[in-house]
């Protein structure tokens, strides 16, 4: 197709295909989040070939390629992707690892304008805009440019009521997920969530991560920083405190100080709003009751 649109965590985002561009085929991940809305947050034209950076950009971020393998971080490739600047231009210079094609691509953008361009360096006839990792990276800077919060967490929603459970790999979100889904809860990820503030308080998102996701959403009731422990126990925790925790487990980019201070301000509106507690769990069904019970 040479154009689509895409519905993720409430951005409307639209693809189109420049006259020398690739055909546009959207990966099975983000199927269920094509909508028909021509309107649009963000409008990405995309082009073959490739881009050749300002002399004069800097690159403010860098990320290697890791991958786990059995729980250990394994450094496969430094060549992944990268985030350079030039004066208010911003461009995300990437490959795709898990692309069978040898394709890279750069975007290029701006956080004060909501019409971006990318270039597909490759040789096939058509191509997903959104390969890994550019999907993450457009959702985060979406995040950006809205003042939204993208975290490491799972969700679920549970009579009305929506529980966040985050923290770092290990501490639990998925068996957290699992447990609630058995308890007859609707999970809205296991994984990574977009938390934005609504008219009435705040709302999580899923984003597409498997093939399988469909777009999710729920209030945001309360929010947990989770780990594992003998006995389950859940402290309250407020302000700063509170602040510090949920900005650890959130995705982000700390090269710029104005996005730096935009996410704190976003993070410590939401802890104003949102009760935040610390709980430690015993990973065994009891968990549920205790915390509705908890109030």
Not at 6 to 26: C, H, M, Q, T, W
Not at 64 to 86: A, C, L, M, R
Not at 118 to 137: F, H, Q, R, S, T
């Amino acid at each position: 197709m040479r154009n689509y649109s895409l519905n993720i965590a409430g951005y409307k985002i639209r693809f189109e295909s420049a006259d020398n561009g690739p055909d546009l085929v959207p990966s099975e991940r983000f199927l269920r989040n094509i909508c028909n809305s021509c309107e649009y947050d963000v409008l990405i034209r995309v082009r073959y070939g490739s881009y050749k950076l300002p002399d004069e950009a800097i690159r403010v971020f860098h990320a290697p390629f890791v991958e786990e393998i059995n729980g250990t971080p394994v450094h496969q490739k430094d060549n992944f992707w990268s985030v350079w600047k030039h004066d208010q231009e911003l461009f995300i210079k990437s490959v795709f690892p898990l692309c069978q094609d040898d394709l890279g691509a750069i975007l290029k953008f701006s956080l004060g304008t909501r019409e971006w361009d990318m270039w597909i360096d490759c040789n096939v006839k058509e191509a997903d805009p959104l390969e890994y990792p550019l999907d993450g990276l457009l959702l985060y800077y979406l995040t950006v440019l809205h003042g939204d919060i993208m975290i490491h967490a799972s969700g679920v929603n549970h009579n009305g009521s929506g529980y966040l459970f985050s923290g770092i790999s290990g501490k639990g979100k998925t068996t957290m997920a699992g447990l609630w889904e058995n308890y007859g809860a609707k999970v809205i990820h296991d994984d990574r969530l977009i938390i934005r503030k609504t008219g009435d308080g705040y709302r999580m998102y899923n984003t597409p991560v498997y093939n399988n996701d469909v777009p999710l959403e729920s209030p945001l009731t309360k929010l947990f920083i989770i780990d594992h422990a003998n006995e389950n126990s859940i402290v309250s925790i407020k302000g700063a405190v509170a602040a510090s925790l949920v900005m650890a487990n959130c995705i982000q980019h700390n090269w710029g100080s104005e996005i730096i201070a935009g996410l704190l301000s976003s993070v410590a509106s939401l802890c104003e709003t949102v009760p935040v507690r610390k709980l430690y769990f015993k990973p065994e069904k009891s968990i549920t009751d205790y915390i509705i019970n908890y109030g």
